[in-house]
C-alpha cells in the first residue's frame, strides 16, 4: 500500500468507526506510512490466533480477573515473548505495530494497544489506561479492576503501584488523580501512539514524516488546538508559509489563553509579511 492509499484508508476508518475503531488496522495502517509493502492482513491474522490461544487457554474462567490476566499473559509475554524496549525506547520502531509483533519489542503505548486488541478478539473486558508519562490497561469485571503493565511483562498494579509510577516518572511533580485510572477511548490510544512519533520525528527534525503523522493527529481530534500548532510549526520548517501560516492563525483564534501564544503570534505576522513581500515581487 503506497502512502497516498494508506493516509486514505486510514481517514476512511476514522469516519466509518468512530465509537468501535479497530486499533490494530488503524496502527498498522500508521506504519504503512513507513512501510509502504506492508500487507496488513498477516498481522491481524496473527492477532486473531493470539486472540484464539487466550481463549483456550483461559478455559472456563472468564469471570475471574486475574485468570483473565493470567492467560493473557501467558500468550503475550510467556509464549510470544513481547518485551519493553527500555535500552533503546525512542526508536520509532517501537511504535509500528507491525515492527513490534515480528521484533518482539515495544513500548507501553503499543504492547498496551496489542493487548487490548487480543483482549478484544478475545472478547475479554479490557480497557486502556492512560496514566501521565505511561500507558498500562486494566481488566474491568462488575466486581473489580486489575491494573496490568504490558511493559513490564504484564504485571499486575495496585492503585499505590499506579501512583508511585507517575511520581517517579514526573519526579514527585505529578500526582495521580481519579480521572487517570478511568478508562480512555479507542481514539485516544491512537492519539497516544501518533504523539510519541510526532515527539520522536519533531526531535529528529525529520518534518515530512513528523508532517504525516500529525495529519492524522488533526483527524482524530480535530479541535485540539496543539496539534494545528505544532503542524503549522513543521510546516514552517519545510518553508510550506502559506500552509503554516493556516494553521497557527487557526491556533491563534481557538486558543486565546495559550502560554506561547505571544511567540506564535510574532511567528505568524513573520510569516505573513514574507508571504505578502514575495507575492509583490
Not at 67 to 96: C, I
Not at 220 to 230: M, N, S
Request: net charge positive; aromatic share 6%; with cysteine.
Amino acid at each position: 500500500m503506497n502512502p497516498a492509499g494508506s493516509r486514505q484508508e486510514f481517514a476512511r476508518l476514522i469516519r466509518l468507526s468512530p465509537t468501535r475503531l479497530d486499533l490494530a488496522r488503524a496502527a498498522l495502517l500508521v506504519a504503512a506510512e513507513e512501510y509502504p509493502l506492508l500487507d496488513p492482513r498477516p498481522y491481524l491474522d496473527r492477532l486473531d490466533k493470539w486472540a484464539f490461544r487466550v481463549v483456550e487457554t483461559l478455559g472456563g474462567s472468564r469471570g475471574d480477573p486475574l485468570a483473565t490476566v493470567a492467560a493473557l499473559n501467558h500468550v503475550l509475554f510467556d509464549e510470544e515473548r513481547l518485551r519493553g524496549n527500555a535500552k533503546d525506547y525512542y526508536d520509532p520502531r517501537n511504535s509500528f505495530v507491525n515492527e513490534v509483533m515480528d521484533r518482539r519489542l515495544g513500548i507501553p503505548i503499543s504492547l498496551s494497544l496489542l493487548y487490548l486488541e487480543v483482549a478484544r478478539r478475545a472478547d475479554l473486558p479490557v480497557v486502556g489506561i492512560g496514566l501521565p508519562g505511561h500507558f498500562i490497561v486494566a481488566v474491568r469485571t462488575p466486581a473489580r479492576s486489575v491494573f496490568v503493565d504490558p511493559f513490564h511483562e504484564g504485571a499486575v498494579l495496585t492503585e499505590k503501584d499506579c501512583e508511585a509510577r507517575v511520581s517517579k516518572i514526573f519526579g514527585g511533580r505529578m500526582s495521580l488523580l481519579p480521572e487517570h485510572l478511568e478508562p480512555v477511548s479507542p481514539q485516544s490510544v491512537l492519539v497516544r501512539l501518533l504523539n510519541n512519533l510526532k515527539n520522536i520525528y519533531v526531535e529528529s527534525r525529520s518534518h515530512a514524516k513528523a508532517h504525516a503523522v500529525i495529519d492524522k493527529l488533526v483527524l482524530l481530534a480535530p479541535t485540539d488546538w496543539a496539534i494545528l500548532r505544532d503542524r503549522g510549526l513543521v510546516r514552517f520548517n519545510m518553508k510550506q508559509f502559506r500552509g503554516a501560516l493556516v494553521d497557527l492563525e487557526s491556533y491563534l483564534t481557538n486558543a486565546k489563553d495559550a502560554p506561547d501564544r505571544s511567540a506564535i503570534l510574532k511567528l505568524a505576522k513573520s510569516i505573513a509579511r514574507s508571504i505578502e513581500k514575495k507575492g509583490d515581487q
